[in-house]
C-alpha cells in the first residue's frame, strides 16, 4: 500500500506497480500544478544613497504603493490580484502585527546617507513605519561634497555595515535579480560612497545587474562648485563597475515641468515625481505580467552593444498640463514620436547630434502587440539617419497591460545614443580648467586621494567620448 500527500490531503493507492501509481498521480495532477501566484518574483534590490538619492527613492516608493495598491503602513488595499501577483520584486511579505496574521508588504531597501538630515525626515514622513528600521544607515559627519570623503574616509567606515544588510536582504530572496542605485554624481555621499558601494557590490554578487538611476550635474543650474571633480570621479567608476546607468539631470526635468506641465516654480517633489515615473516604467515588466516581457538583464542584453557604452537616456510619454488632461489623445505612434522626441528626455542633451545604437521602449495600457512593432518599425524608417545602420533592429518593444495609475496609456524608452557625449564633454570641459589650475585639489588630496587619480578619471571619459 503506498500513501502519498497530494496537494493538502493524504490520498491512499493500494498496492500497485509504478505504471499505475504513475497514472492515478496525473489523475490528481492538478494538485501538484504549482500556483501562477507561486511564482517566484525577480528581486531588486533598491539602495539609495545621499540626500538626492533618499528624496527619489521617497517619490519612487510613494508610486510603486500606489500601483500595487499598498497603503503607507505596508497594509494591501487593492482590487486587482494582478497587484500582488509580482509585489514580490520589490516588497517583502511579512507576516505579524498586533494581531499575529496581518500580511504586511515592506520594501526591499537600504536608505544610506553621511549626515542623518535626510533619513531623520523620511523616518518622520508619511512612509516612516514602512521601511524597516535596521535598513537606514547613517553617519554622522556628513560628506560635504567631497567625493574622497565619501569613498575613502567617512564612506569606508560604513560601508561593511551597509554590505551585511544588503547581503541579509539577498539571501532571502528566491532568484534576485539585481541592485538598483538611486543617487546623484555632484555631491559627497551619493557620488562617493555611492561609486564605493558599486564596486563592493561588484566584487561579492559579480553576475547580478547593477543599474544606477544617477542625476549628473546639469549645465546652467549648479548646485556647487566643486561638482565636475565628484562628476566625473563617480563616472570613471561607473564605466567600469555598472551595468546599467541611466542618465538624469535636473535642467531637463525643470524644462518638462515648466515648458510641459506648466508647473510655474518646479520644487524638487515635482522632478522626482518625474523621475519616479520612469523608474516605475523600467520595472513594469518584471512587476506585472505583459505580453512581451523584459527585465534587467534583457534591457542590458538588448541595449548595450560594448560593455563601456552603458549610460543611457531615459524618456517618457505622455508628459502633460494635468488641466489639459481630458484634452489628451495619445494613440501607440504619437507615443513613439514622444519617446524619441527631445522635450520628452529627462537629460539635457539633443539626440538629433547623435546616433541611436539601440533603445529599448516599454508601453504599458491595452494596446496590441502590432500596433507597437509597426508604430516603431515606421519611425526607424522615416528617422534611418537617427539609427546606426550596423545595427539592423536596434528597438525593442516590452509590453505590459498594467497601466500606470490615472492613465490608460503609456510608455517609457530607454536608449543608447552617442549623443549622451555631450553631456560628458560639458562636464569634462569644466573639470579641465579647474583641475589646470589644481583648484579645490587640497581637499580631495587631505583625505589621502592621490592626484594620479583625477588625471586617470579625465583620460578615462576621454576614451569614452
Same mark, same amino acid.
Given at each position: ?174 532568484? /534576485?535579480? !539585481? ?13 562617493? *560612497?555611492?561609486? @564605493? +558601494?558599486? $564596486? ?91 505580453? /512581451?516581457? !523584459? ?13 563601456? *557604452?552603458?549610460? @543611457? +537616456?531615459? $524618456? ?111 562636464? @569634462? ?37
Amino acid at each position: 500500500m503506498t500513501i502519498l500527500d497530494v496537494g493538502s490531503e493524504l490520498k491512499v493507492f493500494p498496492d500497485c506497480r509504478p505504471c499505475q501509481l504513475f497514472f492515478s498521480l496525473s489523475a490528481h495532477h492538478h494538485l501538484f500544478k504549482k500556483n501562477a501566484n507561486d511564482m517566484p518574483s525577480r528581486e531588486i534590490i533598491n539602495i539609495q544613497a545621499g540626500q538626492a538619492g533618499n528624496q527619489v527613492g521617497e517619490a519612487f516608493w510613494q508610486m510603486l504603493l500606489a500601483e500595487h495598491g499598498i497603503d503607507h503602513s505596508g497594509a494591501y488595499h487593492g482590487t486587482d490580484p494582478l497587484q500582488l501577483q509580482r509585489a514580490g520584486v520589490y516588497f517583502d511579505e511579512v507576516t505579524g502585527g498586533p494581531s499575529g496574521t496581518e500580511t504586511r508588504f515592506v520594501p526591499r531597501s537600504v536608505q544610506v546617507d553621511l549626515e542623518a538630515g535626510v533619513c531623520n525626515k523620511l523616518r518622520g514622513g508619511v512612509l516612516g513605519t514602512l521601511f524597516r528600521p535596521d535598513t537606514y544607515l547613517t553617519a554622522n559627519s556628513g560628506a560635504g561634497n567631497n567625493w574622497a570623503k565619501g569613498y575613502y574616509t567617512e564612506g569606508a567606515e560604513l560601508v561593511d555595515s551597509i554590505l551585511d544588510i544588503v547581503r541579509r536582504q539577498a539571501e532571502a530572496c528566491d532568484a /534576485l535579480q !539585481g541592485f538598483q542605485i538611486l543617487h546623484s554624481l555632484g555631491g559627497g555621499t551619493g557620488a562617493g *560612497l555611492g561609486s @564605493l +558601494m558599486l $564596486s563592493k557590490l561588484r566584487e561579492e554578487f559579480p553576475d547580478r545587474m547593477i543599474a544606477t538611476f544617477s542625476i549628473l550635474p546639469s549645465p546652467k543650474v549648479s548646485e556647487t562648485v566643486v561638482e565636475p571633480y565628484n562628476a566625473m570621479l563617480s563616472v570613471h567608476q561607473l564605466v567600469d563597475n555598472g551595468d546599467l546607468t541611466i542618465c538624469i539631470d535636473n535642467e531637463a526635468l525643470y524644462d518638462i515641468c515648466t515648458r510641459t506641465m506648466k508647473v510655474k516654480n518646479p520644487a524638487f517633489e515635482d522632478l522626482n515625481g518625474l523621475i519616479a515615473r520612469v523608474m516605475c516604467g523600467v520595472s513594469t515588466s518584471l512587476r506585472f505580467p505583459g505580453q /512581451l516581457n !523584459g527585465d534587467l538583464r534583457k534591457l542590458g542584453m538588448n541595449l548595450i552593444p560594448f560593455p563601456r *557604452l552603458h549610460f @543611457l +537616456m531615459p $524618456s517618457y510619454a505622455p508628459f502633460y498640463d494635468p488641466k489639459a488632461k481630458h484634452f489628451e489623445k495619445n494613440n501607440v505612434a504619437e507615443l513613439t514620436k514622444a519617446l524619441f522626441d527631445r522635450k520628452n528626455l529627462l537629460v539635457a542633451c539633443d539626440p538629433r547630434f547623435g546616433r541611436y545604437l539601440t533603445a529599448a521602449t516599454i508601453f504599458r495600457g491595452d494596446i496590441s502587440s502590432r500596433e507597437a512593432e509597426v508604430a516603431v518599425h515606421d519611425l526607424q524608417k522615416k528617422s534611418s539617419l537617427h539609427f546606426v545602420e550596423w545595427i539592423p533592429d536596434n528597438v525593442s518593444v516590452s509590453l505590459v497591460r498594467v497601466p500606470p495609475v490615472g492613465q490608460t496609456q503609456s510608455a517609457t524608452a530607454l536608449s543608447n545614443s552617442t549623443a549622451i557625449q555631450e553631456l560628458f564633454k560639458r562636464t @569634462l570641459d569644466s573639470f579641465s580648467v579647474m583641475y589646470k589650475r589644481r583648484a579645490f585639489l587640497h581637499w580631495y588630496t587631505g583625505e589621502g586621494m592621490d592626484v594620479m587619480e583625477f588625471s586617470e578619471a579625465e583620460s578615462n571619459i576621454q576614451d569614452l567620448m
